[in-house]
């Protein structure tokens, strides 16, 4: 499983559940700042806060912008309700690897939403950005979500100048000399089995 940071929430994830190569995008929002795709070409597009505002979407893609559970190109979404009205955190599995995506959120998880994501093996989690949690809540939201591997999404970067950089959360997390990667590639069999692992993406 490949995954890159494209700015802001929005994350693109490449899979290959079968014999065939998947691409899913999350939150592929029009931004105001900085470089940013205009148009992009997935098979699958998600969104945690509903289609509007998003950039073009080629070749006909399947869409979730709600919550609900569904199967499309052998990737399993689970979309659950957010904190706000038409909102919703998402959940899918894929190469027997499981892959959290809260979207923007400033408050720890409810019941419903723990149900969906507590114990997913990779949480995409957002931080600095106004709209995302600050340190101390994103703390406790790992914790009830136990994952494997953390990646930080909604900082500092050309399309979110105001954003807070990731520096001070990591430092709150322990972690020290952790390089940005352009793109990470996540095995099965190379998940962490004790301590959690945080990577660092450089904005594609």
Not at 80 to 100: K, N
Not at 146 to 166: C, G, H, L, T, V
Request: proline fraction near 7%.
């Amino acid at each position: 499983m490949h995954i890159s940071w494209l700015g802001n929430t929005a994350v693109k994830i490449q899979a290959k559940p079968f014999d065939k190569d998947i691409v899913v995008v999350i939150d592929p929002y029009k931004q105001e700042k900085g470089n940013f795709p205009r148009n992009l070409a997935p098979n699958i597009g998600l969104y945690t806060r509903g289609e509007k505002n998003s950039i073009t979407l080629s070749g006909n893609p399947f869409i979730l912008d709600t919550p609900g559970e569904c199967e499309h190109d052998g990737i399993l979404i689970s979309a659950v309700h957010g904190h706000e009205e038409d909102t919703a955190m998402i959940r899918i599995d894929a190469e027997q690897i499981s892959v959290g995506h809260l979207g923007f959120i400033k408050k720890q998880l409810n019941d419903k939403q723990l149900a969906v994501l507590s114990g997913v093996d990779i949480l995409i989690i957002p931080i600095g950005h106004p709209d995302s949690l600050d340190n101390e809540t994103a703390i406790k939201v790992i914790n009830s979500i136990e994952p494997r591997i953390i990646i930080p999404i909604a900082y500092f970067s050309d399309n979110d100048p105001q954003a807070k950089p990731i520096d001070s959360f990591l430092r709150e997390m322990g972690v020290k000399n952790n390089k940005p990667e352009t793109k990470v590639i996540i095995r099965k069999k190379d998940l962490p089995q004790e301590e959690t692992q945080i990577i660092v993406l450089s904005k594609e």
